[in-house]
T-cell receptor, first 111, second 115 residues
């Protein structure tokens, strides 16, 4: 079935470091891909999305490129801030229109 | 656009009691979803509605769980005879249902603690 695999966390970085969180997927057809962020005690906020191969989603300095050949959608940011500390979820919508989530990756950024 | 609204945000209940959560989706969104999230895990799909029709239910949704969306607007999720294993955050989400780039927006969640 459709699934998303994310790198295990926590990812611990110093402020201004480069961030990569790996995400790969298995899906039939051509899913849309998403990154959501969850701050402590809160719901999920959409961070960025890509709907077809080679699309790049970007928001708040975060980027991810839909790579169909490697079935990947890795999240990157050039310079992280303490305020980026949160849990990041990679997700996909396959043909039947409901989100399938990965297990999440916790990011901890220290000053 | 006020976003997806959930109520209550937090609920503590004794085992065996019934609880009900309410979700108000983004205005004019015809799709409404319920997810459950336990600590350290990603959200798990429970059920979704297209307008007032419940189109899919996960096998996670036991007979003690029931969801309704009577007029195609707000939705309720009721859990009967709660068990400690029901402790989780219950997330509601909505979308316009457009086939291209369908984006699902989440509410802040309703935390349930069963003691």
């Amino acid at each position: 079935g459709d699934s998303v695999t994310q790198m295990e966390g926590p990812v611990t970085l110093s402020e201004e470091a480069f961030l990569t969180i790996n995400c790969t997927y298995t899906a039939t057809g051509y899913p849309s891909l998403f990154w959501y962020v969850q701050y402590p005690g809160e719901g999920l906020q959409l961070l960025l999305k890509a709907t077809k191969a080679d699309d790049k989603g970007s928001n708040k300095g975060f980027e991810a490129t839909y790579r169909k050949e490697t079935t990947s959608f890795h999240l990157e940011k050039g310079s992280v801030q303490v305020s980026d500390s949160a849990v990041y979820f990679c997700a996909l919508i396959p043909g039947f229109q409901k989100l399938v989530f990965g297990t999440g990756t916790r990011l901890l950024v220290s000053p | 656009d006020t976003g997806v609204s959930q109520d209550p945000r937090h609920k503590i209940t004794k085992r065996g009691q019934n609880v009900t959560f309410r979700c108000d989706p983004i205005s004019e969104h015809n799709r409404l979803y319920w997810y459950r999230q336990t600590l350290g895990q990603g959200p798990e799909f429970l059920t979704y509605f297209q307008n007032e029709a419940q189109l899919e239910k996960s096998r996670l949704l036991s007979d003690r769980f029931s969801a309704e969306r009577p007029k195609g607007s707000f939705s309720t999720l009721e859990i009967q005879r709660t068990e400690q294993g029901d402790s989780a955050m219950y997330l509601c989400a909505s979308s316009s249902g457009e086939s291209s780039g369908n984006t699902i927006y989440f509410g802040e969640g309703s935390w349930l603690t069963v003691v």
